[in-house]
T-cell receptor
Framework: GAVVSQHPSRVICKSGTSVKIECRSL??????MFWYRQFPKQSLMLMAT?????????EQGVEKDKFLINHASLTLSTLTVTSAHPEDSSFYIC?????????????FGQGTRLTVV | GQNIDQPTEMTATEGAIVQINCTYQ??????LFWYQQHAGEAPTFLSY????GLEEKGRFSSFLSRSKGYSYLLLKELQMKDSASYLC??????????FGKGTKLSVKP
């Protein structure tokens, strides 16, 4: 089946630094990938939709200058958390939906646990 | 989640049956998903219902009523490893999934 790989799985960074998270679709091309954030005991909330070759679409309340998204190829999207603060500590998960007819499933990366100290 | 509701927590006994309900409201409905999520891990796909009725897959079954905006996940012969959060979700307008807040299921010996 389709696999989405996300890296790193865990990262600890100092406040004020930047962290890059990668999301790769391993055996299919994904023109669109999704980035979610999940705080403890909360649901997965969509942050942004990453579109290959064009600008990402951000959900209301998500700062596009803080959460930089790059989708330079059909198999890779990156999320960079810039000038991280402790309140950015969360679980970040990417997802991709296989294009084409009969596609009924979203595939998730393993998630990245970000801790900002 | 957005217009999607499920109980926050449930407790059940090992070997028993548990039903987790989900109600939703959306236009342009294209199917209802159930995912299992263990703490600190990504969600794992369990089921997808697009037509009314019950779909059985081993110990897990999922039911959908589109007219009522209602679904449930039925877990039989509960095992300790079934302790997890269970998320229902539907497709959003951008092709993303819109999730409920999840039901944390605790299975007791």
């Amino acid at each position: 089946g389709a696999v989405v790989s996300q890296h790193p799985s865990r990262v600890i960074c100092k406040s004020g630094t930047s962290v890059k998270i990668e999301c790769r679709s391993l055996d299919f091309q994904a023109t669109t990938m999704f980035w979610y954030r999940q705080f403890p005991k909360q649901s997965l909330m969509l942050m942004a939709t990453s579109n290959e070759g064009s600008k990402a679409t951000y959900e209301q309340g998500v700062e596009k200058d803080k959460f930089l998204i790059n989708h330079a190829s059909l198999t890779l999207s990156t999320l960079t958390v810039t000038s991280a603060h402790p309140e950015d500590s969360s679980f970040y998960i990417c997802s991709a939906r296989r294009s084409g007819p009969g596609s009924t499933e979203a595939f998730f990366g393993q998630g990245t646990r970000l801790t900002v100290v | 989640g957005q217009n999607i509701d499920q109980p926050t927590e449930m407790t059940a006994t090992e070997g028993a049956i548990v039903q987790i309900n989900c109600t939703y409201q959306t236009s342009g409905f294209n199917g209802l998903f159930w995912y299992q999520q263990h703490a600190g891990e990504a969600p794992t796909f369990l089921s997808y219902n697009v037509l009314d009725g019950l779909e059985e897959k081993g110990r897990f079954s999922s039911f959908l009523s589109r007219s009522k905006g209602y679904s449930y996940l039925l877990l039989k012969e509960l095992q300790m490893k079934d302790s997890a959060s269970y998320l229902c979700a539907y497709w959003g307008s951008q092709g993303n999934l819109i999730f409920g807040k999840g039901t944390k299921l605790s299975v007791k010996p």
